[in-house]
């Protein structure tokens, strides 16, 4: 067996290979861009938005059952990017963990607490044999009552952490960069600034221009921490204000 290639150490997930890397981790990661879409989240100072793109990926298929924006609990929301069924399953848990937060403190569950508790299911599910990683990245936001608009990212590796701004799935990198260079100048990101410069990050990443049925965008607001989904109408209206401002 070489030394240098992955043969036979990325058959078992609880196996490293003799230079210390899990394949089979590292899988999960590429699994992320096999859905073919890209996701921008950006904290401002008052809100947090969240932009991913929507593929309805069969003209039978109903559109409005399609979405990556999921409610977690009546404050916090989450965008996923990656394999769907993982997706829902990682969602389906994270309500479960929610739910017996509240039931067990009487409060509701903290974001970044949320965030810890499914980093922590990720990383089981990275040593023990009769687990998979799950193929998906899920990115949680909410409004905290201490400290103000949160955005937490967790991976399949079951690393979490939490971000001014971030990106995942197929142009990551180049989203990452573009956020960088916005995020240097310390920007004064009010709410309807944060939604447009997250759009705009998406449209020049991708390099092209889209219909409000193609992209989809969840905010929570200080004004309004309950999480909420953009309808069609109110994108096209922010669409409308980025191409008069370009």
């Given at each position: 067996m070489s030394r240098g290639s992955s043969s036979g150490f990325d058959r078992h997930i609880t196996i490293f290979s003799p230079e210390g890397r899990l394949y089979q981790v590292e899988y999960a990661f590429k699994a992320i861009s096999q859905s073919g879409l890209t996701t921008v989240v950006i904290r401002g100072k008052d809100s947090v938005v969240a932009v991913t793109q929507k593929k309805v990926t069969d003209k039978l298929i109903d559109g409005s059952t399609v979405t990556n924006m999921h409610r977690l609990t009546e404050l916090i929301g989450c965008v996923m990017t990656g394999m769907l069924a993982d997706c829902r399953s990682q969602v389906q848990r994270a309500r479960h963990e929610a739910a017996n937060w509240k039931y067990k403190y009487g409060y509701d569950i903290p974001v970044e607490m949320l965030c810890k508790r499914m980093a922590d299911i990720s990383q089981v599910y990275t040593q023990n044999a009769e687990m998979r990683p799950l193929g998906c990245c899920m990115m949680l936001f909410a409004i905290d009552n201490e400290r103000g608009p949160q955005l937490y990212k967790c991976d399949p590796a079951g690393y979490y952490c939490g971000f001014k701004a971030s990106s995942v799935g197929v142009k990551q990198i180049e989203a990452n960069s573009y956020l960088e260079k916005k995020m240097k100048k310390k920007p004064d990101l009010t709410y309807k600034a944060t939604v447009e410069l997250?759009?705009?990050?998406?449209?020049?990443?991708?390099?092209?221009?889209?219909?409000?049925?193609?992209?989809?965008?969840?905010?929570?607001?200080?004004?309004?921490?309950?999480?909420?989904?953009?309808?069609?109408?109110?994108?096209?209206?922010?669409?409308?204000?980025?191409?008069?401002?370009?």
């Open positions: 997250a759009i705009s990050c998406l449209t020049t990443v991708l390099a092209q221009d889209f219909k409000a049925t193609e992209i989809e965008v969840a905010i929570v607001t200080a004004e309004n921490p309950t999480f909420s989904i953009l309808s069609e109408s109110k994108i096209e209206k922010h669409l409308a204000d980025i191409a008069e401002r370009d």
